[in-house]
Structure formats: C-alpha cells, structure tokens
C-alpha cells in the first residue's frame, strides 16, 4: 500500500497534490484497492466551482458505485481525459497517469484541514 508523503488526504479516500494554486486530485491506493476492478469513471462538473466535500463525480467498480468528493473548494479545470478510454490507470497508478481532476484552489487554507500521509495512514489502519 502507498502513501506518498508529498500528498494530503482526505477521510472518503481522495488525494491531492498543490502546485501553486492548482490541485490534482484523485484517489488514493487504499481506495482502489478497496473498489476493485475500476471499469468507468464518470466526471461531469469541468467548469463548475464547488465546496469543499462536494460531489465531483462517480467511479464504477465492477460491484459497486462510489461517489467523489472534493477535497478543497475551487472550480474543476480539467478532467483526465485518459480514463474515459482506460478507467483501469486508477487500479494500476493511482498517484500518477489514474489523477482524476485539476482545480483551481479557491482557499489554499484548506489543505491544511486534510490529513497527511501518516494520519491518513493510521486512519486506514494500515
């Protein structure tokens, strides 16, 4: 299980990683495996601002549906175009080529309310 010092998390499993006031989120290794087999991701909010803990999108496994939510509030930028073709990067790499969204951050305060790595950690008791 991988749990990147670099990135912060957030209790429902989402990573991200700031670069100046841009956020790529996604979800974390714990997350996908506890999903399974990732065979659709469904982003649909590209333009909208939302609220920290808002919903963003959907990942479907192969037995279940699970809801995304934003780890900080801002506007979603961009989405991972790659995933609507091959939905199986959030299994195989999660941190990297699976990222799910890019958001211009409204408050970069809010990164400090998330968990880093070591608390994450504990929180999936791993």
């Not at 399974?36 to 920290?52: H, K, N, R, S």
């Not at 890019?102 to 791993?126: C, F, P, R």
Request: charged letters at 25%; zero cysteines.
């Amino acid at each position: 299980m991988n749990f990147p010092a670099e990135l912060r998390y957030t209790k429902e499993h989402e990573w991200v990683k700031l670069e100046g006031d841009i956020a790529t989120v996604g979800i974390t290794d714990f997350a996908q495996s506890e999903l399974g087999d990732i065979v659709y991701v469904e982003i649909e909010t590209v333009g909208q601002t939302l609220a920290q803990d808002e919903i963003f999108g959907s990942v479907e496994a192969v037995k279940t549906v699970s809801d995304l939510f934003l780890p900080i509030a801002g506007e979603i930028l961009e989405v991972n175009a790659v995933l609507a073709d091959q939905p199986e990067l959030v299994n195989s790499d999660p941190f990297g080529e699976g990222w799910m969204v890019k958001i211009k951050v409204s408050d970069i305060a809010d990164v400090e309310s998330l968990m880093d790595a070591d608390t994450y950690k504990a929180h999936t008791g791993h």
